[in-house]
Every structure is written in C-alpha cells, then in structure tokens.
C-alpha cells in the first residue's frame, strides 16, 4: 500500500535571497533521487519559509520497481572449450548472476561474440532507502554558507530540527546531531512544536500554526492585502515583483498595513524617498491615482493583527527617522558646488595602477571628444555632452550617494539642474550609469549614451590592462556586464561605429601603465577575444545560431549592428535550396585561399577566358558589394557576391589553379584570394553548417 512521505528541514531564518532557489533545488532533487532510485510516486510539493525548506511526496510506491538487466559474461572463445563444452569461466559468471547454463545467450560487440544472461533485480523497501534522502538535504547549494558550533557541515543556516516520516514512521538519520523526528514548529512568537500523524496534516497544522508555507500563497495574500487597502483609501500601490518575492520570503504569516510619512518629506526627490522605502525598509511607496507619489507606505509584518496599531508606529518611527537624515544630507549637499565636489574626486581611488576618479574622468573626457568627433554631433549637443563627461562622476562625494549609493547618477541627474546645468547635460549625467543589469533600460539621449560608452571603455580596457581580466564567476568590476552594454548601446543606436576602432581609442590612454611582465596581458588580443564573447552571447540571445555568429564574427565584430544583420540574412539563406551551389562556389574559394598569401594580380598572365571573365566579375561584384556594405544592405550583399559562383565554377571546372608555371599558378591563387578577402567581409562560410529544408 503506498504511503506519503515528508521532509522538513527547519533553519534559523534563511536570507530571502537563498530561498526560492534553495526550494526549488530541494523539488528538483528529489525527483532526481526517486527517478534514480526507480521509486515511482503520484506527486512532489515543496514548500519554504523563511525558517523551514519541507517536500510532500505522495503515493510513493513501497519499493523499488523490479527491473530486468542483462549481464556480459566472457568471450564465447573462452566461455567454451575445443570441444564445445562449457568451461569453468562459463560455470562460474552463470552461478554468480544466479542463473544456469540454459540460459546463456550470444552477442557480437565489436567483432567478439561474448556470454550474456538476463537477471532480474528486486526492488528494495522504500522505507530501507529513504533515509538516503539525508545526502539530498546536504547537497542544497546556498549563495553563501556557515558554520556553527563544532559541526564540520556548511550550510546557510544552522539547522534546528529535521522532520521525515513515511507514513506515520520516522525516517531515521541525522544531520549536524540533529536527529530526525515527527515534531514541527509553528510561527516562532504565534506558533507552538506541532506534532505531526500524517505528511498531509502538514499544511493544515503549519497554518493553524501561524505559518503558510506555499510561497505562493503568502505573495497571493499579501496582493489581495495591498489590494483591500487601495480600495479602501483610494490609493494606488505599485507592485515591484523583485521587492513581492523578498518580502514574501521574510515573513512566515503576512499582514499588510499602511502607514504615514510627513509630507514635508515630499519635497526630497521622489527616487530618494523610494530607495528609502523599498532598498532599506521593504515597503513598498503609494502614489494617488494620478500617479503622484504620496506620503503614505505599505509594510508587511510576520505575523496577524494583534498589536498592529503599534507595529504601524514603529515603522512610521523607523521611516522617520530614515527620511530626516536623508533631508539633512539633501539640503547639506546643495550648500557646496560641482567645483568642490569633482576637487574631492581626486583624493579617492578608482584603482590603484589606474588612478583617481578624477584621472577616470579625465580619460573619459578623452573618449567623449573622440566619439562626438566619429558622430560628427552638432555643435549643440558636443559641447553639451563633453560638459556632462566631465561632471558625470561629481555626485559620488555628496553625502546622499554615500548614504544611497543605489542612486549615484540618479543624484548626480537631480543636483546638476539644481546647480544650473542644461536638462541635456543633467540627463546625461543620469543616464551614463545604464545599462545597470543585463537586460537593463539603455540611455535615451545620444549624450547619455556617448558618455556611457565612455566611461564604460575606460573602465574595461584600463582593468584589462592592469591584468584584471575576469575569470569565470570572478568579474569585481562588472567588465562583461558593462561590455555587454557598449554593445547594445552601438546596436540600439545604429551607429557606424567599429568596436575595434572604438577600443584603440581607449588602448592608447593605458599605453604607458607600468605592470608586472607576469600579470600583463596581450592587451589588443584579450580585448578582443572578450568583447568577441560578449557579442556571442548577445547574438546568442537573439537566437541567432553558434555556426553563424562565429562566420560573421570571423573578421571582428566591426559595427555590431550590421554585423547582426549579416548574420540574421546568413541564417535565412543557408536554408534556401537555390543558394547552396553558390555557396559551394564561394566555400571552395576559402578553402584554397588557404593555401597562399598571393594577392597581386597581373592580368597579363591570365591564361583563359574563364580566368579573365572571373577577374571582370569580381571587379563588378567588389564595386557593388563595397556600395551596399557602405549602405548597410546586409541581405543585397550577399546576393551580389553569389553572383560570383557562377564565374567560379566555370574558373575551376576549366583551369588548374595550381599549375606548373609558378607565376600562372600565383597569379591565380592572387585572384582567388582576392575573392576570398570580399567574402570573408561578410563571413567566413566555411564555419557555417548548411541546411537546406529539401
């Protein structure tokens, strides 16, 4: 008869962070384990809190299933002797799988035919494997992990109580001397030890015990909560799912209240008083229905009602006095100027083999002029950008980025209108952070954009420089982050600007750092191959496939834009049946550049029409395809150079390329590397897989 099976394993409280992965970990495990240890069941719940990871198996078989295995006895040359008698070996392998010589059969497995029997494994009891399970608790993987007392384990957390039963029975093992037992606890001030009959008591108990432990329920509760109180104060709470999963991971019975602010709080910058709310406190920030932001917030406590008037008070009081020194610092900030700020930036550090801030500055200055210059701006707009440059690092000294440091630039955009900067040059000191994540909101302006790629440049070729290369999960200065977002930037903007130019521009402001011959790097190669990956992974996301973005990456990422157009017109015809002749055409052109580094053609020693009417070909194909690259035609480009495999296969069907006159024989191979050079302009074909839907 089958029976349900429960394991909790009870914490001190678990960081928010560690808890859906750590859930999920143990759900995903768990059916890894039952799978292996062929244990068939009807379903897996998970479940988590704050102090408690627990899985529900139900209808687990009570042992294993029985299976049929086949066994590989000794080669039939050995398993018989001359006279075609069994031998000892043959005895011997049958008597140890416990079957007899009838049931011998034969198999060839790499032109030797060996001995083989069917044997039959009974399934184990459950209950004899389940304590096993310990090895699975053990193996959750957790951000960071601890150790207490004398025990040798790590863990997130110190484990305070194990339960696992099978049925009504525990399921006997222990962990960090913590035995297994059927005792589970309630909320720790609402909830008393529980003692569990039945793993499906364990919701129904947990709950009348202060606790729900479905992750989903308690985010459900807490919106229908936050919802109840809009309606009843005519309000609008938005909702940040970040800030829903973390707060729903601190608490173990939720009760959403609203508490107040004064209003003369509401004269501070609307995303201070946010970070104050949501980054430091968990609340989550009202606004009217005009979307105007209101002195109101929205917490949510571990625990019910009882008392709650004066858990509102201790917020209030908490957010008070949170909100007071955010005020002080506003209104402290604004007695100084920029000049005093960007004169503290060259007292701190950015790196010690790279300077102060101030120098990052001034190496950013540099890039920005140099990127105006390449976009050839309006007079307007470069002034107003290399003015945001040199201002974009000065809010890092004011004492509201060093008590919100979530809002450097966010400060840096708001201060310098207050100082009496153009809207332009404010909005691109707040835009030149972005973007902050992966998929992160890109600049808006081209001003916030140019300084963005500035300052991100110098940063990733001055770490490079000084050795700091990231190495697996080791990236302190966010180099693939930031690389990934010079690319999306160049590529959202569509500017005709090569990455490879764009770094030499930045190498040449590190060519003199000093460092240790063992710790530098080939710069120019390092930073290539880096950004080259950075592209991969973003083509990659675009679903755009390995094979086509190692061709089109072949010769450098160049402009990433049109770069990710070649690829995507690549991938469309290599599944045209029209374009695979033409392709093999052009394929085989690369393949025999290959073989030498010819490239002088002398029209006189062309020896055949097909010679001659291949070199007019390309002279007409090269002026069309450099018209088109220059457009960015991605998709005519391509059409243009098939328009070479005709010529190329009359070339090879009626020439010997590598004849024996040595001048007849480079004067070819010149030709046919000339061709190769256009190709490899749009991608090296060789890399790619054709495949053509026939």
Same mark, same amino acid.
């Given at each position: 008869m089958s029976k349900n099976v429960l394991f909790e394993i009870g914490l001190e409280e678990l960081p928010a962070r560690f808890v859906d992965s750590a859930e999920k970990q143990l759900a995903d495990k768990t059916a890894a384990w039952l799978q292996d240890m062929r244990i068939s &069941?009807? /379903? =897996? $719940?998970? &479940? /988590?809190?704050?102090?408690?990871?627990?899985?529900? =198996?139900?209808? @687990?078989?009570?042992?294993q299933a029985t299976v049929e295995e086949e066994a590989k006895g000794p080669a039939i040359k050995i398993a018989k002797d001359d006279s075609g008698n069994w031998t000892k070996a043959a005895i011997g392998f049958t008597k140890g799988q416990g079957k007899t010589l009838e049931d011998i059969y034969t198999k060839e497995i790499k032109g030797t035919t060996y001995i083989f029997v069917q044997k039959k494994i009974e399934g184990k009891s459950t209950f004899d494997l389940l304590p096993d399970f310990k090895n699975i608790i053990e193996s959750i993987q957790f951000g960071?992990? %601890?150790?207490?007392? *004398?025990? *040798?384990?790590?863990?997130?957390?110190?484990?305070?109580?194990?339960?696992? %039963?099978?049925?009504n029975e525990i399921i006997p093992f222990e962990i960090a001397n913590v035995k297994t037992d059927k005792f589970t606890f309630g909320h720790r001030f609402?909830?008393?030890?529980?003692?569990?009959?039945?793993? %499906?008591? &364990?919701?129904?108990?947990? &709950?009348?015990?202060r606790v729900i432990v479905s992750l989903k329920e308690r985010e459900q509760l807490i919106c229908n909560q936050i919802k109840e109180i809009e309606n009843k104060n005519n309000i609008t709470v938005p909702i940040d799912p970040e800030l829903l999963a973390e707060v729903r991971n601190l608490v173990e019975y939720p009760t959403a209240f609203m508490g107040s602010f004064d209003k003369e709080y509401l004269q501070l910058p609307p995303e201070v008083l946010i970070s104050s709310m949501k980054e430091h406190q968990r609340y989550f920030p009202v606004k009217s229905q005009n979307g105007e932001l209101l002195p109101y917030f929205i917490g949510v406590r571990n625990g019910d009602t009882h008392s709650l008037d004066k858990v509102v008070r201790g917020n209030e009081k908490v957010l008070r006095a949170r909100l007071s020194d955010a005020q002080f610092f506003y209104e402290e900030d604004q007695k100084h100027t920029l000049e005093f700020y960007l004169d503290k930036l060259k007292r701190v550090v950015f790196q010690e083999k790279l300077g102060t801030i101030s120098d990052k500055i001034e190496r950013v200055v540099h890039i920005t002029k140099e990127l105006v210059e390449l976009l050839n701006l309006d007079p307007t707009t470069a002034r107003a950008t290399i003015r945001a440059a040199e201002l974009c690092k000065f809010d890092l000294m004011t004492n509201m980025v060093n008590e919100f440091t979530e809002l450097q630039g966010v400060i840096g955009e708001k201060y310098a209108a207050i100082f009496g900067e153009e809207e332009i040059v404010s909005k691109a000191i707040g835009e030149h952070y972005l973007p902050k994540e992966a998929h992160g909101q890109l600049p808006n302006t081209v001003s916030g954009a140019i300084v963005s790629i500035a300052d991100k440049l110098d940063t990733i070729v001055g770490c490079i420089s000084v050795g700091l290369v990231p190495t697996g999960s080791q990236d302190p200065y966010g180099l693939r982050r930031q690389a990934a977002g010079v690319l999306r930037i160049l590529n959202h903007n569509k500017w005709e600007l090569a990455v490879e130019d764009l770094l030499d521009i930045a190498k040449k402001l590190f060519k003199d750092i000093k460092v240790e011959q063992e710790a530098k790097p080939d710069i120019s190669t390092t930073l290539d191959e880096f950004f080259r990956m950075r592209a991969t992974y973003l083509m990659r996301e675009l679903e755009i496939e390995q094979d086509i973005v190692q061709a089109v990456l072949s010769d450098g990422i160049n402009i990433f834009y049109y770069t990710i157009d070649r690829a995507a017109v690549l991938a469309a015809k290599r599944n045209e049946k029209d374009f695979k002749t033409k392709e093999e055409a052009l394929v085989r052109v690369?393949?025999?550049?290959?073989? /030498?580094?010819? *490239?002088? @053609?002398? =029209?006189?020693?062309?020896?055949?029409? $097909?010679?001659?009417?291949?070199?007019h070909a390309f002279l007409e194909v090269n002026e069309k395809f450099t018209e088109f690259e220059k457009r960015r035609n991605a998709e005519k480009a391509l059409l243009t150079l098939s328009n070479l495999a005709d010529p190329i296969h009359y070339f090879f069907d009626n020439n010997m390329v590598m004849d024996d006159d040595v001048k007849i024989r480079n004067n070819r191979l010149a030709l046919i590397n000339q061709i190769a050079e256009l190709i490899y302009r749009y991608a090296d074909l060789t890399k790619v897989e054709w495949k053509q839907q026939f």
């Amino acid at each position: 008869m089958s029976k349900n099976v429960l394991f909790e394993i009870g914490l001190e409280e678990l960081p928010a962070r560690f808890v859906d992965s750590a859930e999920k970990q143990l759900a995903d495990k768990t059916a890894a384990w039952l799978q292996d240890m062929r244990i068939s &069941y009807d /379903s =897996i $719940s998970s &479940y /988590s809190t704050p102090r408690r990871l627990a899985v529900i =198996i139900s209808d @687990i078989a009570e042992k294993q299933a029985t299976v049929e295995e086949e066994a590989k006895g000794p080669a039939i040359k050995i398993a018989k002797d001359d006279s075609g008698n069994w031998t000892k070996a043959a005895i011997g392998f049958t008597k140890g799988q416990g079957k007899t010589l009838e049931d011998i059969y034969t198999k060839e497995i790499k032109g030797t035919t060996y001995i083989f029997v069917q044997k039959k494994i009974e399934g184990k009891s459950t209950f004899d494997l389940l304590p096993d399970f310990k090895n699975i608790i053990e193996s959750i993987q957790f951000g960071k992990n %601890m150790r207490w007392a *004398t025990e *040798t384990i790590r863990y997130a957390r110190p484990i305070r109580w194990l339960v696992a %039963m099978y049925g009504n029975e525990i399921i006997p093992f222990e962990i960090a001397n913590v035995k297994t037992d059927k005792f589970t606890f309630g909320h720790r001030f609402l909830g008393e030890k529980i003692n569990l009959e039945e793993p %499906m008591d &364990y919701q129904k108990l947990l &709950y009348e015990n202060r606790v729900i432990v479905s992750l989903k329920e308690r985010e459900q509760l807490i919106c229908n909560q936050i919802k109840e109180i809009e309606n009843k104060n005519n309000i609008t709470v938005p909702i940040d799912p970040e800030l829903l999963a973390e707060v729903r991971n601190l608490v173990e019975y939720p009760t959403a209240f609203m508490g107040s602010f004064d209003k003369e709080y509401l004269q501070l910058p609307p995303e201070v008083l946010i970070s104050s709310m949501k980054e430091h406190q968990r609340y989550f920030p009202v606004k009217s229905q005009n979307g105007e932001l209101l002195p109101y917030f929205i917490g949510v406590r571990n625990g019910d009602t009882h008392s709650l008037d004066k858990v509102v008070r201790g917020n209030e009081k908490v957010l008070r006095a949170r909100l007071s020194d955010a005020q002080f610092f506003y209104e402290e900030d604004q007695k100084h100027t920029l000049e005093f700020y960007l004169d503290k930036l060259k007292r701190v550090v950015f790196q010690e083999k790279l300077g102060t801030i101030s120098d990052k500055i001034e190496r950013v200055v540099h890039i920005t002029k140099e990127l105006v210059e390449l976009l050839n701006l309006d007079p307007t707009t470069a002034r107003a950008t290399i003015r945001a440059a040199e201002l974009c690092k000065f809010d890092l000294m004011t004492n509201m980025v060093n008590e919100f440091t979530e809002l450097q630039g966010v400060i840096g955009e708001k201060y310098a209108a207050i100082f009496g900067e153009e809207e332009i040059v404010s909005k691109a000191i707040g835009e030149h952070y972005l973007p902050k994540e992966a998929h992160g909101q890109l600049p808006n302006t081209v001003s916030g954009a140019i300084v963005s790629i500035a300052d991100k440049l110098d940063t990733i070729v001055g770490c490079i420089s000084v050795g700091l290369v990231p190495t697996g999960s080791q990236d302190p200065y966010g180099l693939r982050r930031q690389a990934a977002g010079v690319l999306r930037i160049l590529n959202h903007n569509k500017w005709e600007l090569a990455v490879e130019d764009l770094l030499d521009i930045a190498k040449k402001l590190f060519k003199d750092i000093k460092v240790e011959q063992e710790a530098k790097p080939d710069i120019s190669t390092t930073l290539d191959e880096f950004f080259r990956m950075r592209a991969t992974y973003l083509m990659r996301e675009l679903e755009i496939e390995q094979d086509i973005v190692q061709a089109v990456l072949s010769d450098g990422i160049n402009i990433f834009y049109y770069t990710i157009d070649r690829a995507a017109v690549l991938a469309a015809k290599r599944n045209e049946k029209d374009f695979k002749t033409k392709e093999e055409a052009l394929v085989r052109v690369l393949n025999l550049a290959k073989k /030498s580094e010819e *490239t002088v @053609i002398n =029209i006189e020693q062309f020896q055949t029409d $097909s010679e001659k009417q291949l070199y007019h070909a390309f002279l007409e194909v090269n002026e069309k395809f450099t018209e088109f690259e220059k457009r960015r035609n991605a998709e005519k480009a391509l059409l243009t150079l098939s328009n070479l495999a005709d010529p190329i296969h009359y070339f090879f069907d009626n020439n010997m390329v590598m004849d024996d006159d040595v001048k007849i024989r480079n004067n070819r191979l010149a030709l046919i590397n000339q061709i190769a050079e256009l190709i490899y302009r749009y991608a090296d074909l060789t890399k790619v897989e054709w495949k053509q839907q026939f």
